[in-house]
């Protein structure tokens, strides 16, 4: 309901094989699937680079800081062109209609010499 105030969940996540207690206010399946991610991503950079846990935990955060980034200027040049697309759409409507206009005018002044030959 709108207005409701939601009590946090209270849970445990791991990362890494070290316990973090949180409290969330999303789905604790959510948070949980979350922290798998990035679970997965940190020992992925220790795996591959032998980082120490606070350097693998900065480089994933940068990592889905930086992927949030691209995916907020992808958001941002997809709205600016389905905008100029919207306008484009509004031209060729407003085309369209003069040309139907034109195009009566046309038939009317066609009707109108067939009409005087008779």
């Known amino acids: 309901m709108e207005g409701e105030f939601v009590l946090p969940n209270k ?3 791991y990362v890494n094989n ?4 949180i409290t969330a206010q999303d789905d604790t399946a959510y948070v949980k699937g979350l922290a798998e991610e990035i679970d997965e991503c940190v020992r992925n950079v220790i795996h591959a680079s032998k980082a120490s846990m606070n350097e693998a ?3 994933t955060a940068l990592y889905y800081i930086d992927e949030q980034k691209k995916a907020e200027a992808n958001a941002d040049h997809l709205r600016t062109q389905i905008t100029e697309y ?4 509004g031209k060729a409507r407003q085309e369209i209609a ?3 206009r034109e195009i009566e005018r046309l038939e009317r002044i066609s009707s109108e010499k067939k009409d005087r030959k008779r």
Request: aromatic share 6%; glycine share 0%; hydrophobic share 70%.
């Open 98 to 100: 003069e040309l139907k």
């Open 11 to 13: 849970l445990k996540i």
């Open 57 to 59: 935990l900065v480089l």
């Open 86 to 89: 919207a306008a484009e759409a």
């Open 18 to 21: 070290m316990m973090y207690a």
